[in-house]
């Protein structure tokens, strides 16, 4: 999957760069940022404040951004999986790392709630209840941060993921969430996300607040990137007053509150 993906970012990379001799960035972007929207507000913005730099990137989950960052085919990219960055870092493939932005993990389902979710205590018990009651349960099941945040979940209940109604689909964000309205199933997702995608969505969230539902957001920049300037010129773009402000800000005029916060 991730030689694939770098097959497709390097053609994309390629066609786009023909006639233009600008030095050109690739991102690696997690899909929960893609989904969420924020991405459509961070890339316009930056290529306005920066018109001497092309930025491209590819959309995918956190484990195979890192898979393909260890491989030199992106510059830098944001991840939300906290133990695969370090562990990614400590092999020696980032030269940076900067915690920017975070918001929560949520688990979601359908109203009717046939596991009584809403009922329990943390977001642990509440995925032994999912599995006990044999309700169903949609899985990233991609090595995302959103996936391993449910395997750690699922690890402090002492058992493995499971339930004759647990279903790994191996996708993004955005396409766990239709197909767990469309089947009446449970899944956990990154708030930003779903209440981007709410609206369209046969699901209501039913845990929320677990203090280890906490969703934190890294910048990583490969340990050799091809373009290090520029790079480092996104990385600093970021975190400056107008990056912070539209990250701050994304959410408040359609949602009436903010879908990221900082990380100070």
């Known amino acids: 999957m991730a030689t694939r993906l770098c097959a497709l970012l390097l053609a994309a990379l390629t066609l786009g760069c023909r006639g233009d001799l600008r030095p050109t960035v690739s991102l690696g972007i997690p899909t929960t940022i893609q989904d969420s929207g924020l991405l459509d507000a961070l890339l316009p913005a930056f290529q306005l404040a920066h018109?001497?730099?092309?930025?491209?990137?590819?959309?995918?989950?956190?484990?195979?951004?890192?898979?393909i960052g260890a491989g030199g085919d992106i510059d830098l990219l944001l991840a939300h999986s906290p133990v695969a960055e370090r562990e990614f870092m400590e092999a020696g493939y980032g030269l940076e790392r900067v915690p920017v932005m975070q918001n929560d993990f949520i688990i979601v389902g359908p109203s009717s709630d046939p596991a009584a979710v809403r009922g329990a205590a943390n977001a642990a018990a509440a995925l032994t209840q999912v599995a006990e009651s044999a309700a169903k349960f949609l899985s990233r099941g991609d090595d995302s941060g959103t996936h391993r945040k449910e395997i750690e979940l699922w690890e402090t209940t002492g058992s493995s993921p499971g339930g004759t109604g647990y279903r790994e689909l191996g996708g993004g964000m955005g396409a766990v969430l239709r197909a767990a309205s469309e089947l009446g199933a449970y899944t956990l997702c990154d708030r930003a996300t779903f209440t981007n995608l709410a609206e369209s969505l046969d699901l209501e969230?039913?845990?929320?607040?677990?203090?280890?539902?906490?969703?934190?957001?890294?910048?990583?920049?490969?340990?050799?990137?091809r373009e290090l300037e520029g790079s480092r010129t996104f990385a600093n773009w970021l975190v400056s007053e107008e990056g912070r402000q539209i990250i701050a800000g994304?959410?408040?005029?359609?949602?009436g509150a903010p879908l990221f916060f900082m990380v100070n």
């Open 51 to 67: 018109p001497e730099l092309r930025l491209r990137y590819v959309a995918a989950g956190s484990g195979e951004l890192l898979a």
């Open 205 to 225: 969230v039913l845990l929320e607040g677990d203090p280890h539902l906490r969703n934190v957001y890294s910048l990583i920049i490969v340990a050799e990137p």
């Open 250 to 255: 994304y959410g408040t005029t359609r949602f």
